[in-house]
């Protein structure tokens, strides 16, 4: 299917025939970026590759990893979205699919094919691909979702890092640069600088960059502490959406309540409200499209507040609807926490991690989705030591109980957890790592249909122009 150009025209897109265009879709978290919430696993992508390369050997490893990014998102997947009546995929990656820490700026045409695969899926079934690189040299946040086993990002103080990203995007842009069916380029996922002062010039870099390569793109730039923050940005850049993240407590939370009061805070309607204008003052001031780049709720299994989570789920895409803003839910596919569609519990995959999943969900390790619960004894005692000895510190990004939930629970229990996960695998032939892989096909896979009736009927009732 060809697709018209998605344009900048002021305070809008538009397609090339002016007419206005609003991008409204999900994220493809887990498949080129994997996070372990998404998959099932413990820690970062990187200690996951390596856990199961022991596990599995080089041929098994192999055989597993082909089989997941070929059935993960495929044209089954596709489809499914089109007739949702979405009409974009923002489609997340990681730098190491492109380049090799120990060969740095040498690209590898495997990554782009990979790229490739999901924009011509797309594009068959009339949707927009967004590229977003989720996950950069040195970590961009302080966070797992960038691949990061530490609690810093390296990449605001060091050049070579920043250096390795203008170099992968410029090769992006080349490759992409006459691909309609490719809405625009998102460079950078959830930046944490925390002095706040490298991100403007680097974003001053890479969009003459990429500009020089292709001008035509549309350029989606994140804000600061995981793009939540405009105050770094004075004028806009040309063609460029700038794109918050827009996730509500009450959805996030296991306690959340909605309408109500979660961690101490009332969240009604008029507070998701605004919380979004807050958070897009700097495009509605400067007069530029809004664009969503990321919210949506986690789905327990507890029937009251799930129930509750969608309709706070179906409040915030009414606000977007109001204020003209594109969107993309995060996220797609998964093993049952918040996507649209997951994997099977009897799947084969599933039944295979249970143990490990079981032990990860107990003691918390996902920062996402996850709960102290039940190592408060731990946490509890270390969080009064600091109230006593430090209590004006207040770590960047989230301060000083998240910082220590991430040092202890996302980390130094991660860390073992993630070989546990890998001795999952011990004993799979190659043929059985490929069909484990397949667990997460469209066709072996269960749509999350509560989910996809309240996206349904947002779309029905505010269709594409």
Known sequence: MSLPWIRFDGTRLTDDQGRPVRLRGVGLGGWMNMENFIT????????????LRVALGPEGYKRFFDRFLDDFFADADASFLTGLGVNAVRVPFGYRHFEDDDRSFELKESGFRRLD????????????????LHAA????????????????AFFWQHRHFQDRVVHLWEALADRYRDEPAVAGYNPLNEPGDPSGEAIGPFYERLEAAIRAVDPRHVLFLDGNRYSTDFSMFAEPFPATVYTAHDYALPGIARDGAYPGVTRGEWFDRDVLEQTFLRRTEFMRRTGTPIWIGEFGPIYTGDRERDEACLRLLADQLAIYDEHGASW?????????LQGLVHARADSPYLRRIAPELERKNRLG???????????????????ELFDREFPGFAPYPWGRRAWLGLLVRNILLAEPL???????????????????????????????????????????????P
């Open 137 to 152: 040299p040195g970590y961009q946040n302080q966070n797992w979702h960038s691949d990061n086993p530490t609690h810093q």
């Open 365 to 383: 390790t996902d920062s996402w989705g996850g709960t102290d619960r039940n190592v408060r004894a731990v946490m509890q005692p270390i969080e």
């Open 418 to 464: 993630a070989e546990r996960f890998g001795a999952c695998f011990e004993g799979v032939t190659p043929d059985e790592a490929g069909e484990l892989a397949a667990s997460f096909a469209f066709d072996a896979c269960v749509v999350r249909d509560e989910l996809a009736a309240v996206l349904r009927a947002n779309l029905a009732s505010h269709p594409a």
């Open 328 to 336: 993309s839910l995060w996220t797609y596919k998964d093993v049952g």
């Open 40 to 51: 099932g696993y413990a820690g970062t992508e990187s200690q996951h590759r390596a856990a």
């Open 117 to 132: 695969q999901a924009v011509r899926a797309c594009a068959r079934h009339g949707l927009y691909a967004i590229l977003d």
